[in-house]
């Protein structure tokens, strides 16, 4: 009891903020009670002001449905850290290096040329290879994108 | 009731029928993040999507308004978030032209800014009610079903339906302070 009205009960309110009727009585207790007011402004806000602005659009409607991902696509991940591609660019390398190695061991060839076949198979790795996480392509893209975007 | 199957098969015009029931949830929640109107549509465009990617991973036992309102919530939050992180709220009127009018009325700055605010933190206290007080309140009052409707959605009685979003509001209530 505040104002010395009762307060009205939470379906109350919803019909009072719904009707857009007077309700003197109604009126009366918000203007004295914070508690009930409060509780108003919450409803208000959550169910809207009946405006229709919260009605999405036939032409919305299409352009959302327009724009959506194949069905079979599932959620894409999201970017990968450079520290990843650090990684894969590192496990490119070893794997050049050790192949480059053992050819080096059968064909001698010197070990600058070794260790340059080891970067150049690394570098590949992380541009077109399935790399350390198996999605260092749209990666390298995804960075390149957001690096375009800053 | 959703038809889990053709939301998990991805059937883009059942997704069409989803957004016709339960657009308004997902347009109220971006209305109090959005900076203008072209931001509504991107935000509606970017929650559906998300949506839609994460359709799998909807359960089908609760109901699809209230696991929406939550991806449209966290996602405008993680939007909002990041551009306030970028410039100050002033450098954002600024860069508006002062109040911006997708709301039909024309407050000053600061009131709309308050508004919003409040706004905000209303989407975030209802997230944090437990599942079926949320429920009630997005389908009743958000959604604007009848205590019928809810009831039989919810599969529990009216009177449960009314105690629900009561306490639901009242919790609010103290959740905001």
Same mark, same amino acid.
């Given at each position: =009891?505040?104002?010395?009205?009762?307060?009205?009960?939470?379906?109350?309110?919803?019909?009072?903020? %719904?009707?857009?009727?007077?309700?003197?009585?109604?009126?009366?207790?918000?203007?004295? @009670?914070?508690? @009930?007011?409060?509780?108003?402004?919450?409803? !208000?806000?959550?169910?809207?002001?009946?405006?229709?602005?919260?009605?999405?659009?036939?032409?919305?409607?299409?352009?959302?449905?327009?724009?959506?991902?194949?069905?079979?696509?599932?959620?894409?991940?999201?970017?990968?850290?450079?520290?990843?591609?650090?990684?894969?660019?590192?496990?490119?390398?070893?794997? %050049?290096?050790?192949?480059?190695?053992? *050819?080096?061991?059968?064909?001698?060839? %010197?070990?600058?040329?070794?260790?340059?076949?080891?970067? !150049?198979?690394?570098?590949? @790795?992380?541009?077109?290879?399935?790399?350390?996480?198996?999605?260092?392509?749209?990666?390298? /893209?995804?960075?390149?994108?957001?690096?375009?975007?800053? | =009731?959703?038809?889990?199957?053709?939301?998990?098969?991805?059937?883009?015009?059942?997704?069409?029928?989803?957004?016709?029931?339960?657009?308004?949830? !997902?347009?109220?929640? @971006?209305?109090?993040?959005?900076?203008?109107?072209?931001? !509504?549509?991107?935000?509606?465009?970017?929650?559906?999507?998300?949506?839609?990617?994460?359709?799998?991973?909807?359960?089908?036992? %609760?109901?699809?308004?209230?696991?929406?309102?939550?991806?449209?919530? /966290?996602?405008?939050?993680?939007?909002?978030?990041?551009?306030?992180?970028?410039?100050?709220?002033?450098?954002?009127? *600024? /860069?508006?032209?002062?109040?911006?009018?997708?709301?039909?009325?024309?407050?000053?700055?600061?009131?709309? =800014?308050?508004?919003?605010?409040?706004?905000?933190?209303?989407?975030?206290?209802?997230?944090?009610?437990?599942?079926?007080?949320?429920?009630?309140?997005?389908?009743?009052?958000?959604?604007?079903?009848?205590?019928?409707?809810?009831?039989?959605?919810?599969?529990?009685?009216?009177?449960?339906?009314?105690?629900?979003?009561?306490?639901?509001?009242?919790? =609010?209530?103290?959740?905001?302070?």
């Amino acid at each position: =009891m505040k104002n010395g009205t009762h307060c009205p009960s939470t379906d109350e309110l919803i019909g009072y903020a %719904g009707s857009r009727d007077e309700d003197r009585e109604v009126e009366e207790h918000l203007r004295g @009670c914070d508690e @009930c007011a409060a509780e108003l402004s919450i409803l !208000v806000t959550l169910a809207g002001d009946g405006s229709g602005e919260r009605e999405v659009s036939e032409a919305m409607i299409s352009r959302i449905v327009a724009g959506l991902p194949g069905p079979g696509t599932a959620r894409q991940p999201g970017p990968v850290t450079r520290l990843q591609l650090l990684l894969s660019w590192g496990l490119g390398f070893l794997t %050049g290096l050790s192949s480059a190695a053992a *050819v080096g061991s059968l064909s001698d060839i %010197g070990p600058g040329r070794v260790l340059l076949l080891a970067a !150049v198979f690394g570098l590949l @790795c992380v541009l077109f290879g399935p790399g350390q996480t198996g999605r260092v392509r749209p990666a390298y /893209r995804g960075l390149a994108g957001a690096g375009s975007r800053e | =009731m959703i038809d889990t199957r053709r939301l998990r098969d991805g059937d883009p015009e059942y997704f069409a029928t989803l957004i016709r029931e339960h657009g308004r949830v !997902v347009k109220a929640v @971006c209305l109090s993040f959005a900076e203008s109107q072209d931001d !509504v549509d991107d935000l509606l465009q970017e929650v559906w999507t998300l949506i839609y990617q994460k359709r799998r991973t909807h359960r089908g036992e %609760g109901s699809f308004a209230a696991w929406a309102h939550r991806v449209a919530k /966290r996602h405008c939050i993680d939007v909002y978030r990041k551009r306030t992180s970028e410039r100050s709220g002033l450098e954002w009127f *600024v /860069r508006n032209g002062g109040a911006t009018d997708i709301h039909g009325k024309d407050p000053t700055p600061g009131e709309e =800014m308050d508004r919003r605010e409040a706004e905000r933190t209303i989407w975030e206290a209802l997230d944090a009610l437990p599942e079926k007080q949320r429920e009630a309140i997005v389908l009743r009052l958000i959604e604007g079903r009848s205590p019928a409707q809810v009831s039989h959605q919810m599969k529990i009685d009216k009177v449960s339906v009314r105690s629900n979003i009561s306490r639901g509001i009242k919790r =609010m209530r103290s959740i905001i302070g």
